[in-house]
């Protein structure tokens, strides 16, 4: 088994985690820790095959870096909304903040 | 890979599966976050295998120093600890169909990891960090700016979004 396999089973394993848990929190904080299980899947992923392939490494290390920023932004935007739902809702439940099923 | 690389690739998997496992199975948001955290040092100790310090720190940094520090405010600013919003049982059919939304990406994926591997390198490439500066200000420009646009964006949305006003 080549480096490059075992390093995509770490990767595909954090993505399995992440999706797991995606499904099974219940609450807002509990999804967010999972999606950023997810985008860390896929920058070792990403990092992995750049790194041993003839690839360009330098594109995949700033496609990973931009992976980075992107979830620095999403992390704020999800904790402004999380902010707004728990004063809200009075709590950041996905059950609790379902209105168009009632 | 050398027998200290195995060693060292061992190990990290180890932490990157039981930060993971904790991660999503924790009951206390607190304990999860903990989890995340493991999670993420033992991707930047990855990182630090393939042989690019330079992605290692940028984990460090922008995930354990300013990500990490977002979630705990959002574990905050809500009810996190056990009993709290994750308190209870799950019913059964979340658990089913989690598992097979879960099972289905990771047999395909894993399949294909398996079946059809690429030829790879044993020993990864070195990058400098003028070779990503060059990069950065270079081909890969326009990304770059977009990127900081966005950043700005998210960061205005999200003061606009908790703004409030005074006197309601």
Known sequence: MSALTLYQIVALM?????LFGLTQRRSLVGMLISVELMLNGAGLSMVAAAQLTDFSAVLGQLGTLFVMGLAAAEATLVLAMIVVVARRFKSAKTSDITTLKE | ????????????????????ILAVTSSSLVRAL??????LVGVAGMYLLLATPFMAF???????GAVSVLIFFAVMLTRAEKGGDEGGKAPMKTYVYGL????APAALLGW???????DSVAVPVE????????????????????????LMVAMAGAVLLTWEKRGK
């Not at chain 2, 903990?34 to 999670?39: E, Q």
């Not at chain 2, 003028?130 to 966005?150: A, H, T």
């Open chain 2, 34 to 39: 903990v989890g995340l955290i493991t999670t």
């Open chain 2, 112 to 118: 294909l990891i398996m079946t059809k591997p690429v």
């Open chain 1, 14 to 18: 954090l993505l399995c985690a992440g």
């Open chain 2, 1 to 20: 890979m050398e027998v200290m690389a195995k060693i060292a690739f061992g190990v990290y998997t180890l932490v990157i599966l039981s930060g993971s």
């Open chain 2, 127 to 150: 990058v400098t960090i003028k070779q990503l500066g060059d990069g950065l200000l270079g081909s890969y420009f326009l990304p770059f700016e977009l990127i900081s646009v966005i």
């Open chain 2, 100 to 103: 097979a939304a879960t099972m």
């Open chain 2, 58 to 64: 940028m984990q460090l940094l922008i995930y354990i």
